[in-house]
């Protein structure tokens, strides 16, 4: 039986050789290349030979989702289950929605892991209860006046408000994220328009609040 080809994307080494370890167990798994930032990964999948991408949500150059978001333009059919040391309710649901076909925390058990790429290659969804929750919670609230207000966000403006709430200044995020300090400060005001809030300070607070920044 052919095995399993998985694209381990994360740029920690460390983390890597891991995760490579772990599916070095299953042997109907194989690990087919490893991608240590955004460009890296969309490179190694358009030259083919990959049946499961393992994305960190976390990745330098191009994020997580981003390459997501891509992959999924590009690629429809290809199931891409997304990694991530931050719990559920920060990135699961946007994960989801951009065509995730799961979300793994890093802190599941080797068992979890290869049962959810196992379970992804063979066209199913990996959810967790967690996520579930999150899902259910999410369709719930729908274009509901009581939603949260950070639900109102792009994903791009998403992307730049966690970092503004974690302390980063325009110019650092401008360059994480490749877009000019002018853009950035745009995307700024738009995000303290639609939550409400006056400055950078009440930007975290409202994230503490949310459960979106770990405190």
């Known amino acids: 039986m052919k095995p399993i080809r998985v694209l381990i994307c994360d740029d920690h080494l460390i983390v890597r050789q891991g995760i490579r370890q772990v599916l070095a167990d299953a042997p109907d798994i194989a690990v087919a290349g490893e991608a240590a930032n955004g460009p890296e990964a969309l490179m190694l999948v358009r030259e083919g030979g990959i049946d499961v991408v393992l994305m960190d949500i976390a990745m330098p150059h191009r994020d997580g989702l981003d390459v997501l978001r891509q992959l999924k333009s590009e690629f429809s059919r290809l199931p891409v289950l997304m990694l991530s040391t931050y719990p559920d309710k920060q990135y699961a649901v946007r994960s989801m929605k951009l065509g995730a076909v799961g979300y793994l925390n890093k802190s ?3 068992e979890q892991m290869i049962g959810a790429i196992r379970k992804v290659a063979a066209g199913g969804l990996f959810i967790t209860p967690a996520v579930a929750e999150q899902l259910a919670g999410a369709i719930g609230a729908g274009h509901a ?11 791009r403006e998403y992307q730049v408000f966690r970092l503004l709430s974690q ?5 650092e995020i401008a360059g994480q994220l490749s877009l000019s300090p002018n853009t950035v400060s745009t995307y700024r005001a738009r995000i303290l328009e639609k939550t ?6 009440e930007l975290a607070l409202y994230a503490v609040r949310q459960e979106l920044l770990q405190v």
């Open 108 to 110: 599941a058990d080797s």
């Open 145 to 155: 006046e009581d939603a949260p207000l950070h639900e109102r966000l792009s994903h």
């Open 167 to 171: 302390g980063r200044s325009v110019g």
């Open 196 to 201: 409400g809030v006056r400055n950078d300070v």
